[in-house]
Protein backbone atom coordinates (compact mmCIF):
# COMPACT_ATOMS: atom_id res chain seq x y z
CA UNK A 1 0.00 0.00 0.00
CA UNK A 2 1.56 3.27 -0.74
CA UNK A 3 1.95 5.80 1.88
CA UNK A 4 -0.34 7.96 3.21
CA UNK A 5 -2.79 5.81 1.27
CA UNK A 6 -5.53 3.99 3.52
CA UNK A 7 -6.23 0.16 2.96
CA UNK A 8 -8.74 0.16 0.03
CA UNK A 9 -11.16 -2.32 2.02
CA UNK A 10 -11.39 0.23 5.32
CA UNK A 11 -12.06 2.78 2.54
CA UNK A 12 -15.15 0.60 1.24
CA UNK A 13 -16.43 -0.29 5.05
CA UNK A 14 -16.15 3.38 5.27
CA UNK A 15 -18.52 4.31 2.62
CA UNK A 16 -21.04 2.15 3.90
CA UNK A 17 -21.00 2.98 7.12
CA UNK A 18 -21.46 6.24 5.83
CA UNK A 19 -24.51 5.41 4.35
CA UNK A 20 -26.53 4.81 7.59
CA UNK A 21 -25.55 8.34 8.72
CA UNK A 22 -28.68 9.08 6.13
CA UNK A 23 -31.14 7.57 9.33
CA UNK A 24 -29.68 9.87 11.80
CA UNK A 25 -31.25 13.17 12.20
CA UNK A 26 -28.44 14.79 14.34
CA UNK A 27 -26.34 17.66 12.66
CA UNK A 28 -23.06 17.37 15.30
CA UNK A 29 -21.53 20.74 15.42
CA UNK A 30 -18.18 19.34 16.58
CA UNK A 31 -17.07 15.54 15.50
CA UNK A 32 -13.61 13.54 16.03
CA UNK A 33 -12.77 10.92 13.49
CA UNK A 34 -10.42 8.41 15.07
CA UNK A 35 -7.65 7.05 13.40
CA UNK A 36 -8.32 8.18 9.68
CA UNK A 37 -5.00 7.08 8.49
CA UNK A 38 -6.03 3.49 9.03
CA UNK A 39 -10.34 4.11 8.66
CA UNK A 40 -10.12 6.08 5.34
CA UNK A 41 -8.73 9.26 4.67
CA UNK A 42 -11.41 9.46 1.26
CA UNK A 43 -13.83 8.79 4.07
CA UNK A 44 -12.95 12.17 5.75
CA UNK A 45 -13.83 13.93 2.42
CA UNK A 46 -17.27 12.73 2.45
CA UNK A 47 -17.84 13.17 6.47
CA UNK A 48 -16.90 17.07 5.71
CA UNK A 49 -19.11 17.47 2.76
CA UNK A 50 -21.87 15.74 4.86
CA UNK A 51 -21.55 18.43 8.18
CA UNK A 52 -19.23 20.92 6.28
CA UNK A 53 -19.85 23.64 9.00
CA UNK A 54 -18.67 21.24 11.39
CA UNK A 55 -15.45 21.20 13.78
CA UNK A 56 -13.42 17.92 13.89
CA UNK A 57 -11.16 16.80 15.82
CA UNK A 58 -8.24 14.06 14.48
CA UNK A 59 -7.07 11.39 16.83
CA UNK A 60 -3.91 9.79 15.80
CA UNK A 61 -1.41 8.91 18.02
CA UNK A 62 1.82 7.63 15.84
CA UNK A 63 3.95 10.59 14.52
CA UNK A 64 4.27 9.60 11.43
CA UNK A 65 0.15 9.34 11.21
CA UNK A 66 -0.03 12.62 13.13
CA UNK A 67 2.07 14.05 10.00
CA UNK A 68 0.26 11.96 7.40
CA UNK A 69 -3.41 12.90 8.24
CA UNK A 70 -2.03 16.29 8.80
CA UNK A 71 -0.47 16.14 5.22
CA UNK A 72 -3.51 15.01 4.12
CA UNK A 73 -6.20 16.73 5.47
CA UNK A 74 -5.25 20.08 7.21
CA UNK A 75 -5.78 22.91 4.42
CA UNK A 76 -3.17 26.03 4.05
CA UNK A 77 -4.21 29.28 4.99
CA UNK A 78 -4.72 30.42 1.72
CA UNK A 79 -7.23 27.72 0.50
CA UNK A 80 -10.27 29.18 -0.22
CA UNK A 81 -12.27 26.35 1.71
CA UNK A 82 -10.13 26.95 4.71
CA UNK A 83 -12.70 29.88 5.38
CA UNK A 84 -15.94 28.19 4.52
CA UNK A 85 -15.56 24.46 6.45
CA UNK A 86 -15.45 23.75 10.13
CA UNK A 87 -12.03 24.23 12.13
CA UNK A 88 -9.89 20.66 12.32
CA UNK A 89 -7.77 20.14 15.38
CA UNK A 90 -5.20 17.42 15.31
CA UNK A 91 -5.80 15.71 18.94
CA UNK A 92 -7.97 13.67 21.15
CA UNK A 93 -11.33 15.53 21.92
CA UNK A 94 -11.91 16.81 25.28
CA UNK A 95 -14.32 15.77 27.58
CA UNK A 96 -17.85 16.01 26.25
CA UNK A 97 -16.23 18.12 23.08
CA UNK A 98 -17.89 16.20 20.02
CA UNK A 99 -21.77 14.80 19.50
CA UNK A 100 -20.46 12.32 17.14
CA UNK A 101 -16.99 9.96 17.04
CA UNK A 102 -16.16 7.75 13.95
CA UNK A 103 -14.20 5.34 14.12
CA UNK A 104 -13.13 3.17 10.94
CA UNK A 105 -12.00 -0.44 11.20
CA UNK A 106 -10.15 0.24 14.68
CA UNK A 107 -11.58 -1.35 17.71
CA UNK A 108 -10.43 -5.38 16.37
CA UNK A 109 -6.68 -3.93 16.59
CA UNK A 110 -6.85 -3.05 20.15
CA UNK A 111 -5.91 -4.79 22.64
CA UNK A 112 -8.60 -3.20 25.30
CA UNK A 113 -11.58 -2.55 23.47
CA UNK A 114 -12.93 -1.49 26.60
CA UNK A 115 -10.83 0.91 28.12
CA UNK A 116 -10.71 2.39 23.99
CA UNK A 117 -14.62 2.67 24.38
CA UNK A 118 -14.26 4.73 27.51
CA UNK A 119 -12.43 7.18 26.04
CA UNK A 120 -15.02 7.51 23.28
CA UNK A 121 -17.22 8.09 25.74
CA UNK A 122 -15.82 10.68 27.63
CA UNK A 123 -15.72 12.73 24.19
CA UNK A 124 -18.74 12.46 23.35
CA UNK A 125 -21.66 14.59 24.68
CA UNK A 126 -24.75 13.85 26.19
CA UNK A 127 -26.79 12.50 23.47
CA UNK A 128 -24.23 11.62 21.19
CA UNK A 129 -23.38 9.31 18.75
CA UNK A 130 -21.14 6.54 17.77
CA UNK A 131 -20.54 4.96 14.95
CA UNK A 132 -17.65 2.07 14.33
CA UNK A 133 -16.88 -0.45 12.63
CA UNK A 134 -14.61 -3.55 12.74
CA UNK A 135 -13.59 -6.85 11.84
CA UNK A 136 -15.58 -10.10 12.91
CA UNK A 137 -15.16 -13.60 13.73
CA UNK A 138 -15.41 -14.95 10.15
CA UNK A 139 -13.12 -12.85 8.90
CA UNK A 140 -10.06 -14.94 6.79
CA UNK A 141 -11.93 -18.22 7.39
CA UNK A 142 -9.67 -19.64 3.98
CA UNK A 143 -6.56 -18.41 5.24
CA UNK A 144 -7.43 -20.35 8.57
CA UNK A 145 -8.28 -23.58 7.51
CA UNK A 146 -4.70 -23.06 5.19
CA UNK A 147 -2.73 -22.38 8.33
CA UNK A 148 -4.21 -25.13 10.02
CA UNK A 149 -3.48 -27.68 7.20
CA UNK A 150 0.25 -26.72 6.84
CA UNK A 151 0.53 -27.02 11.22
CA UNK A 152 1.21 -23.66 11.13
CA UNK A 153 0.43 -20.65 13.99
CA UNK A 154 -3.01 -18.80 13.10
CA UNK A 155 -2.49 -15.98 10.29
CA UNK A 156 -4.52 -13.41 12.70
CA UNK A 157 -5.77 -12.83 16.13
CA UNK A 158 -9.54 -13.52 17.19
CA UNK A 159 -11.99 -11.51 16.19
CA UNK A 160 -15.20 -10.86 18.53
CA UNK A 161 -18.20 -11.42 18.25
CA UNK A 162 -21.07 -8.15 17.41
CA UNK A 163 -23.16 -9.66 20.09
CA UNK A 164 -19.98 -9.01 22.51
CA UNK A 165 -19.73 -5.29 21.41
CA UNK A 166 -23.09 -4.78 22.24
CA UNK A 167 -22.48 -5.94 25.64
CA UNK A 168 -18.81 -4.08 25.66
CA UNK A 169 -20.96 -0.79 24.75
CA UNK A 170 -23.47 -1.32 27.38
CA UNK A 171 -20.86 -2.19 29.73
CA UNK A 172 -19.30 1.12 29.20
CA UNK A 173 -22.07 3.33 29.88
CA UNK A 174 -23.66 3.66 26.11
CA UNK A 175 -27.20 3.15 25.14
CA UNK A 176 -29.40 1.96 22.61
CA UNK A 177 -26.54 -0.15 20.43
CA UNK A 178 -27.31 -0.88 17.53
CA UNK A 179 -25.25 -3.77 15.78
CA UNK A 180 -25.40 -5.22 12.00
CA UNK A 181 -22.79 -7.16 10.20
CA UNK A 182 -22.26 -7.84 6.65
CA UNK A 183 -20.01 -10.96 4.51
CA UNK A 184 -17.42 -9.89 1.83
CA UNK A 185 -15.46 -11.81 -0.14
CA UNK A 186 -13.00 -10.48 -2.06
CA UNK A 187 -11.07 -12.23 -4.92
CA UNK A 188 -7.53 -11.86 -6.64
CA UNK A 189 -5.81 -13.30 -9.71
CA UNK A 190 -2.53 -14.09 -8.21
CA UNK A 191 -1.38 -15.44 -4.34
CA UNK A 192 1.15 -12.23 -4.24
CA UNK A 193 -1.55 -9.48 -5.09
CA UNK A 194 -3.70 -11.98 -2.44
CA UNK A 195 -0.69 -11.00 0.05
CA UNK A 196 0.02 -7.45 -0.71
CA UNK A 197 -3.54 -7.00 -0.62
CA UNK A 198 -3.44 -8.94 3.78
CA UNK A 199 -0.22 -6.67 4.42
CA UNK A 200 -1.86 -3.90 4.06
CA UNK A 201 -5.08 -4.73 6.44
CA UNK A 202 -3.28 -4.53 9.95
CA UNK A 203 -1.04 -6.94 11.86
CA UNK A 204 -1.22 -10.87 13.46
CA UNK A 205 -1.72 -9.55 16.86
CA UNK A 206 -2.01 -13.51 17.70
CA UNK A 207 0.03 -14.35 21.04
CA UNK A 208 1.12 -17.79 19.37
CA UNK A 209 1.85 -16.11 15.91
CA UNK A 210 5.65 -16.55 14.48
CA UNK A 211 7.92 -15.77 17.19
CA UNK A 212 10.60 -14.67 14.48
CA UNK A 213 10.91 -13.49 10.98
CA UNK A 214 10.34 -16.67 8.27
CA UNK A 215 12.02 -16.45 5.33
CA UNK A 216 11.96 -17.11 1.52
CA UNK A 217 11.39 -20.65 1.26
CA UNK A 218 8.19 -20.02 3.78
CA UNK A 219 6.88 -17.50 1.17
CA UNK A 220 7.23 -19.72 -1.43
CA UNK A 221 5.39 -22.57 0.18
CA UNK A 222 2.37 -20.52 1.57
CA UNK A 223 2.52 -19.36 -2.53
CA UNK A 224 2.46 -22.77 -3.49
CA UNK A 225 -0.45 -23.70 -1.34
CA UNK A 226 -2.73 -20.77 -1.92
CA UNK A 227 -2.51 -21.24 -5.88
CA UNK A 228 -3.54 -24.71 -4.88
CA UNK A 229 -7.63 -22.97 -3.66
CA UNK A 230 -9.47 -20.45 -4.90
CA UNK A 231 -7.84 -17.40 -4.80
CA UNK A 232 -10.71 -15.21 -2.17
CA UNK A 233 -10.88 -13.89 1.50
CA UNK A 234 -13.59 -13.50 3.16
CA UNK A 235 -14.33 -10.97 5.67
CA UNK A 236 -17.03 -10.38 8.52
CA UNK A 237 -17.59 -6.93 8.75
CA UNK A 238 -19.48 -5.18 11.83
CA UNK A 239 -20.86 -2.06 11.71
CA UNK A 240 -21.75 -0.58 15.33
CA UNK A 241 -24.14 3.18 16.63
CA UNK A 242 -24.96 3.57 20.16
CA UNK A 243 -25.05 7.03 22.15
CA UNK A 244 -24.10 8.22 25.26
CA UNK A 245 -27.45 8.93 27.38
CA UNK A 246 -28.00 10.97 30.50
CA UNK A 247 -25.97 10.22 32.89
CA UNK A 248 -27.87 7.98 35.86
CA UNK A 249 -27.24 8.77 39.63
CA UNK A 250 -27.04 5.82 42.41
CA UNK A 251 -29.46 5.61 45.01
CA UNK A 252 -28.26 5.45 48.72
CA UNK A 253 -28.79 1.05 49.29
CA UNK A 254 -31.98 0.45 52.01
CA UNK A 255 -32.76 -1.57 54.53
CA UNK A 256 -35.68 -3.65 54.55
CA UNK A 257 -37.02 -5.03 58.30
CA UNK A 258 -40.15 -7.02 59.16
CA UNK A 259 -43.12 -5.68 60.92
CA UNK A 260 -42.68 -7.13 63.81
CA UNK A 261 -38.87 -5.18 63.99
CA UNK A 262 -40.28 -1.98 62.73
CA UNK A 263 -42.98 -2.72 66.42
CA UNK A 264 -40.29 -3.13 68.78
CA UNK A 265 -38.44 0.16 67.71
CA UNK A 266 -41.54 2.04 67.93
CA UNK A 267 -41.79 0.54 71.53
CA UNK A 268 -38.14 1.37 72.06
CA UNK A 269 -38.76 4.80 71.14
CA UNK A 270 -42.04 5.30 73.31
CA UNK A 271 -40.40 3.53 76.42
CA UNK A 272 -36.97 5.73 76.21
CA UNK A 273 -36.58 8.26 78.49
CA UNK A 274 -36.40 11.68 77.46
CA UNK A 275 -32.43 11.45 78.44
CA UNK A 276 -32.15 9.35 75.77
Known sequence: MPAGMSPWLHEEVARRMQERLDWIKLQPQHWAHWEPVRGGLQAHAGLTRRYPQAGCYVAEFQADRVEMAASALGKPWWHPSRWRAGSVQFREPAEGAVQMLWSNMALHMTAEPQALMARWHRALTVDGF???????????????????????????????????????????????????????????????????????????????????????????????????????????????????????????????????????????????????
Open 130 to 276: LMFSCLGPDTLQELRQLYRSLGWPAPSHEFTDMHDWGDMLLATGFAQPVMDMERVTLTFETPQRLLDELRGLGRNLHPQRFPGLRGRRWREQLEQALAGQPLQLSFELIYGHAIKPQPTFAVSAQREISLPEMRAALARGKTAGPGR
